[in-house]
């Protein structure tokens, strides 16, 4: 009896050591001892099956599976559900089919693993040919339409339900916000109410979502006070909400308030607040949060993670993101999907594709946001063959491309000189029913057109649009024209621009730069008067280094930098050095009628100039450079950069308001075509 006891209590005390290290993810450990265990049992070989599946190691699963001497039917929904989580619903399926038995659970499996892979009408035939169905199947249902868009359905199918439960009412309330119609999610939250539901602390908590997105300030006020006399308030959930709500809501303060009188080392708190710091732009004060949260030994998560590194792409920190980043690898979530997704934006956003680029094709997992992130990034920087190279890998994974696909892959033609390739991809969205077609999609591919030159065309194309075009697509022909100077097209886009803003600068400036490149001087200062009267204001240009947290501004001729006397000094040498490489200014830029000697200097203190001027002066010898400007980069400035990279042995990245140039020994990315 006691030999029995002691076997009885070994075994307990592995399944128990096995069990905590599947919790911590310490697999390999895990299997260790359950290789010791002579005969495991059912409840063991699905243990470890559960394991395997939670990371994505389905094949290990299903080899475990098979060996199973005895299998039960919880081990056989548990492999289903793990094929499900891991993308392999075919798999699934056979399971499902080849099941001695099933239970109400293996039928809620399935139908939750088509909903979740979008397969609507498989799920709706499996429900319909339940032999019986619980609540968590109606549920099921009901989870699966909102998941999809579906919110006719859900509501019709809800109901439709013979008995719900408080998770039926709070899906619904969810599935309504999630689609828009917060109203109708607080309508069905008084509702539940009425009819004595109790609501949880998730169903608050989706509440609470529904008021932020709807700014309905007071009614989250009223259901803050209701949740205090509950006691809810101290649940962290409910805390975390309450600090969006509050967030969202521009009452940043009051977040902080919710935030001081729950203090404690729960991450979601934390990251709400931290979060909220972000929907308020105030990112200085978000990173602050997340430095706190570390110095008191809070552990961040994925959410904590992509929140800090979407402030560190709001202040297009590239320094402070890799802190961030390196933070992330040394607690494993470095490839995390989320947090790679972040560092996909972060790395293209500050100037640096070739990161982006590195940690895409690291990552173990990715979703359509890390495929949709990459190829924008690639775009944005002229590596169109990199992108569609990887929109074809995105094909052949059988991810279904969505509008902002379209985009990324309409920008990249667009600044590579690739108009029949652009037309390619224009026709497929537009033959794709699945895809809605936005006003987005039209403006790339008029830019495409006025990048090749075909401004006839281009105007040709705005006015067959099926949607009327804003004062951004004639505006983008007007810009093309300034390029092509093309007087005649430009003079007819600007009519229609005042058309739908009279008082639009920007178009008032392109016309007027557009006289002064052709020496117009009459039609200039008749502009330029026209502005005068309407109070109408030319936006300055300015350019920006962020260096070491520090954003460092400049405009045309500033002066006010403290370290001016070296930025101007390091100009003076550079230009010494222009004249004995061949430079002549292209005074076609210098858009003054002033004499030769002043337009000359007038563009040697443009802003970007200033900028990279400041960069050769506070950044270590060798290092890349990186300037954000405002506007587009004019012509005699490429130029020039092109030729201060030759010199300086640098590599010069410039974002302008069309797209990133990176300069490196003489020549830039965008093969000059931008």
């Not at 560092?343 to 500050?350: A, G, H, S, T």
């Not at 229609?496 to 557009?514: G, I, K, Q, R, T």
């Not at 400035?637 to 640098?650: F, N, Q, W």
Request: aromatic share 10%; with cysteine.
């Amino acid at each position: 009896m006691g030999t029995t006891n002691c076997a009885t209590m070994g075994t307990l005390s592995r399944n128990s050591t096995i069990f905590d290290l599947l919790k911590y993810k310490r697999l390999e450990e895990a299997r260790q001892v359950f290789d010791k265990i002579r005969s495991p049992d059912v409840s063991l070989c699905t243990m470890m099956i559960v394991g395997y599946s939670q990371i994505n190691r389905i094949d290990e699963a299903l080899q475990l599976f098979y060996q199973m001497p005895v299998r039960d039917i919880i081990s056989w929904n548990s492999i289903m559900k793990g094929c499900i989580d891991c993308g392999y619903l075919e798999m699934a399926g056979k399971l499902f089919d080849e099941m001695p038995q099933r239970n109400v659970v293996s039928w809620t499996t399935m139908i939750n693993g088509f909903m979740k892979l979008g397969r609507i009408e498989m799920a709706e035939k499996l429900f319909d040919v339940m032999p019986w169905r619980d609540t968590a199947a109606w549920n099921s249902m009901v989870f699966g339409y909102c998941n999809n868009g579906r919110i006719e359905d859900a509501y019709n199918l809800f109901e439709k339900m013979p008995c719900r439960n408080v998770i039926s009412w709070t899906t619904m309330i969810g599935g309504f916000d999630q689609t828009g119609q917060s109203e109708k999610a607080l309508s069905l939250f008084r509702q539940m109410l009425i009819l004595g539901v109790e609501p949880t602390s998730s169903t608050f908590s989706c509440v609470l979502t529904a008021s932020a997105n709807i700014s309905a300030l007071d009614r989250g006020v009223q259901l803050h006070t209701y949740l205090m006399k509950l006691g809810y308030v101290f649940d962290p959930f409910i805390s975390s909400s309450l600090i969006t709500f509050y967030a969202k809501c521009k009452q940043i303060k009051n977040s902080v308030k919710v935030f001081q009188e729950n203090l404690n080392t729960n991450v979601v708190i934390w990251t709400a607040l931290l979060t909220g710091y972000g929907l308020n732009y105030d990112h200085e004060q978000a990173l602050k949060v997340f430095h706190d949260m570390i110095n008191v030994g809070v552990m961040p998560n994925q959410s904590t993670f992509t929140s800090a590194l979407n402030s560190c792409c709001g202040l297009e920190a590239l320094d402070r993101g890799k802190e961030i980043h390196t933070k992330a690898i040394k607690i494993g979530l470095g490839l995390d999907v989320f947090v790679a997704n972040s560092l996909i934006v972060l790395y293209p956003k500050c100037g640096n594709i070739d990161d982006g680029v590195i940690i895409f094709n690291k990552m173990r997992e990715r979703n359509l946001v890390s495929w949709n992130s990459i190829i924008v990034g690639c775009a944005q920087h002229g590596r169109a063959k990199l992108a569609l190279e990887i929109f074809d890998q995105m094909t052949l994974a059988n991810v279904q491309p969505d509008e902002i696909t379209f985009v990324g892959l309409l920008t990249a033609c667009n600044h590579s000189k690739m108009l029949d390739k652009g037309k390619y991809f224009f026709e497929l969205l537009t033959s794709d029913p699945c895809i809605e077609v936005k006003l987005e999609h039209y403006a790339c591919m008029v830019d495409i057109l006025c990048r090749s030159g075909k401004l006839e065309e281009a105007e040709e194309f705005i006015r067959k649009m099926p949607m009327k075009a804003n004062s951004m697509i004639w505006l983008t022909l007007l810009s093309a024209c300034r390029v092509h100077f093309n007087l005649e097209v430009a003079t007819r886009a600007a009519e229609c621009v005042f058309d739908l803003e009279p008082d639009h600068s920007a178009a008032y400036v392109l016309l007027s730069n557009l006289y002064a490149s052709a020496g117009k001087w009459n039609d200039v200062s008749r502009i330029r008067l026209s502005m005068k009267e309407r109070g109408i204001i030319k936006q300055p240009g300015c350019s920006w280094v962020t260096l070491k947290g520090s954003r460092h501004e400049f405009r045309c001729g500033d002066m006010s930098h403290p370290l001016s006397k070296k930025i101007y000094q390091m100009l003076e040498w550079l230009s010494g050095k222009l004249k004995e490489f061949g430079y002549v200014p292209d005074q076609r830029f210098a858009l003054h009628d002033v004499e030769d000697e002043q337009k000359e200097v007038m563009l040697s203190y443009h802003s970007e100039r200033l900028a990279i001027g400041f960069g050769l002066v506070g950044t270590v010898e060798g290092s890349t450079i990186r300037v954000m400007k405002n506007l587009r980069i004019c012509g005699d400035c490429h130029s020039v950069i092109k030729l201060i990279s030759k010199i300086v042995g640098r590599e010069i990245v410039v974002r302008d308001s069309s797209r990133f140039h990176h300069f490196r020994d003489g020549s830039c990315s965008c093969g000059d075509y931008w």
